[in-house]
């Protein structure tokens, strides 16, 4: 009776004190910045025509479908073409701050408002990708997403080294930013009840993280704020991961019930359509044997239906996760979608096994530790004196100049 009690305890203190699989929500947020950001570059020169005022889904239009569902988008706070252009612009700074980890906590939220101003303006334009993109970038926010791989965590590292706080310059300025332009926009009237209580909870969260771990590290306050948001984030990734896992169920559960995915027939129709051609010769070769189209038809929904039941194993779900990836990789070139196959790779890397991303860690900082150590000056000193006594003092060894410290194995939820 007593390990039973404990048990609840002791997982709750564990999941308020860890903040579990920093390696995979960097990669997520690296993945899906990313995306975007190729995106919304890929389609500048046709933006006016995808999210512009003056689009086939116009401003008008897209004011009576906002009034109806209360979706966010900035666009609707004006018609004016200069509005719309800062938005983008935003949209894509805000992308690449995000990609390199520059005022993560800040940047994630400025991302998802990119993302939802852009969609929610003309929501005929998505496809399947968008719509993973709009849920991740939600997530996202609630994430501690920049413990590694990130100028966040660099400045950290570098901090500690040097046995002092951070920069504290940067954060405060864009808090001060944000908020003018969140009390803008309150102003306008545009925002409703739900948005205008969220984004202003973020804001005041924001200053209370920033005032505590600043002036009162390590104090009881500051331990309390660090458990919620160790909580938060696990929750965080948790929905991803089961976001994920849904995805795949119901497509693949769709696709049973379909005749062609059961004839194995299905995937014949688009490898002969000119739309998903772009290398003709390549969807013909594929398409033309019907061996191959079977096979392809079949597996595809194998893996889809089986992904969310191999998460009990670790080595199986390895295995057709590289499985779901190759697909995703697969699609991009022979089907011509490049954007949705990126947002389900990074989607797919929340599962990623630690071992293997803690690896590449290392290597990474192996190699850095080297480039540094080359480009350092020659240390060997000059002729000694024979009245000047040789220095004896013992050299510390160097320090690994690592992004962040790690979870240990045992921290994480995806397992290696």
């Not at 906590?105 to 998802?112: E, G, K, Q």
């Not at 991740?136 to 501690?144: F, K, P, Q, S």
Request: proline residues 6%; hydrophobic residues 50%; glycine residues 10%.
């Amino acid at each position: 009776m007593p390990t039973s009690t404990h048990r609840p305890s002791a997982a709750l203190a564990r999941a308020a004190g860890t903040a579990f699989g920093p390696y995979q929500t960097a990669v997520v947020r690296i993945g899906f910045a990313f995306t975007w950001l190729a995106f919304l570059l890929r389609e500048w020169p046709h933006r006016q025509e995808l999210y512009g005022p003056d689009g086939p889904w116009s401003w008008g239009l897209a004011r009576r479908l906002i009034d109806d569902n209360h979706a966010f988008t900035a666009l609707m706070w004006s018609d004016g073409q200069p509005w719309f252009e800062a938005v983008y612009a935003l949209a894509v700074a805000a992308s690449a701050l995000l990609l390199v980890g520059w005022h993560t906590r800040a940047m994630s939220v400025l991302f998802m408002l990119g993302v939802l101003s852009l969609q929610n303006r003309s929501v005929f334009m998505g496809d399947g990708g968008d719509n993973i993109v709009h849920l991740i970038a939600m997530y996202l926010v609630l994430t501690r997403c920049g413990r590694v791989w990130s100028l966040d965590a660099r400045r950290a590292h570098r901090a500690r080294l040097a046995r002092r706080g951070a920069g504290r310059v940067a954060g405060p300025v864009l808090w001060a930013v944000c908020g003018l332009g969140l009390a803008g926009g309150t102003l306008t009237g545009e925002l409703g009840p739900v948005w205008l209580a969220f984004l202003w909870g973020l804001w005041l969260t924001h200053a209370v993280w920033w005032a505590v771990a600043g002036r009162a590290h390590g104090s009881p306050a500051h331990a309390v704020l660090d458990a919620l948001a160790n909580l938060t984030h696990n929750a965080a990734l948790l929905v991803i991961m089961g976001q994920v896992c849904l995805v795949y169920a119901t497509a693949g559960w769709y696709k049973i019930q379909g005749g062609r995915w059961q004839d194995g027939t299905a995937l014949h129709y688009p490898l002969h359509l000119d739309y998903f051609s772009p290398w003709p010769a390549l969807s013909g070769l594929l398409g033309g044997s019907g061996m191959m189209v079977l096979l392809l038809t079949y597996g595809t929904v194998a893996v889809q239906v089986a992904f969310p039941f191999t998460l009990f194993n670790r080595r199986v779900k390895n295995v057709l996760l590289a499985a779901m990836m190759a697909e995703h990789a697969a699609i991009a070139v022979v089907l011509g979608l490049p954007f949705f196959s990126l947002a389900m790779i990074a989607a797919d890397a929340v599962f990623l096994p630690s071992s293997l991303l803690r690896r590449f860690d290392g290597r990474a900082a192996r190699r850095a530790r080297r480039r540094d150590e080359a480009a350092a000056p020659d240390p060997s000193p000059g002729p000694v004196l024979a009245d000047t006594p040789a220095d004896t003092t013992p050299q510390a060894p160097d320090t690994p100049s690592r992004a962040a410290t790690p979870a240990p194995p045992s921290q994480s939820l995806t397992g290696g």
